[in-house]
T-cell receptor
Framework: AQKVTQAQTEISVVEKEDVTLDCVYETRDTTYYLFWYKQPPSGELVFLIR??????QNEISGRYSWNFQKSTSSFNFTITASQVVDSAVYFCALSEAFTSGSRLTFGEGTQLTVNP | GAVVSQHPSWVICKSGTSVKIECRSL??????MFWYRQFPKQSLMLMAT?????????EQGVEKDKFLINHASLTLSTLTVTSAHPEDSSFYIC????????FGSGTRLTVV
């Protein structure tokens, strides 16, 4: 069975601080995909990144960066120089495959509040 | 990119009535559609998986007779909440599995 754990329920930072959101996953599959989504108050899910299990390269996109470590089954997300607009709920998710019909399992989510 | 159009965005209904939520895939065919429910301050929980032309597969604890899912075409999947009660008030969101996961914008259901 797949499981995604986001131990941080809520994080509050002051603007311009760096913040890391933790994600730990469990799966028996050797091939799997990890995702991060942002959910603003409007409720829509905004796709941030997808990473497959064979690619452990860290990725940077602007102020966002992701650290994937298979050895610790973690896929952490860092926001550098946080901004108020980053305030949202962030979900880490896992799927066993990338084909139609493969379910996506979400973590509990981390509510990030960036204060001015 | 792929877009899933979900309607309505929000709906308020009286207890005991039924509500239908539609998800349409625009410019692509969605063989599989996932339906999630999200209560306030909680995660997205998968309710059911619908496949075009066949019966939906429901997750444990989800009442199939209460949450009717129809996926009669490759571009339309619907979720009908029958005999809605206040405890069904939630955020419902669909997701098509095509080259990744494309989510609808969600429906906030309030049952009064």
């Amino acid at each position: 069975a797949q499981k995604v754990t986001q131990a941080q329920t809520e994080i509050s930072v002051v603007e311009k601080e760096d913040v890391t959101l933790d994600c730990v996953y469990e799966t028996r599959d050797t091939t799997y995909y990890l995702f991060w989504y942002k959910q603003p108050p409007s409720g829509e899910l905004v796709f941030l990144i997808r990473r497959n299990s064979f690619d452990e390269q860290n990725e940077i996109s602007g102020r966002y960066s992701w650290n994937f470590q298979k050895s610790t089954s973690s896929f952490n997300f860092t926001i550098t120089a946080s901004q108020v607009v980053d305030s949202a709920v962030y979900f880490c998710a896992l799927s066993e495959a990338f084909t139609s019909g493969s379910r996506l399992t979400f973590g509990e989510g981390t509510q990030l509040t960036v204060n001015p | 990119g792929a877009v899933v159009s979900q309607h309505p965005s929000w709906v308020i209904c009286k207890s005991g009535t039924s509500v239908k939520i539609e998800c349409r895939s625009l410019d692509f065919q969605a063989t599989t559609m996932f339906w999630y429910r999200q209560f306030p301050k909680q995660s997205l929980m998968l309710m059911a998986t619908s496949n075009e032309g066949s019966k939906a597969t429901y997750e444990q604890g989800v009442e199939k007779d209460k949450f009717l899912i129809n996926h009669a075409s490759l571009t339309l999947s619907t979720l009908t909440v029958t005999s809605a009660h206040p405890e069904d008030s939630s955020f419902y969101i669909c997701s098509a599995s095509v080259n990744g996961y494309t989510f609808g914008s969600g429906t906030r259901l309030t049952v009064v």
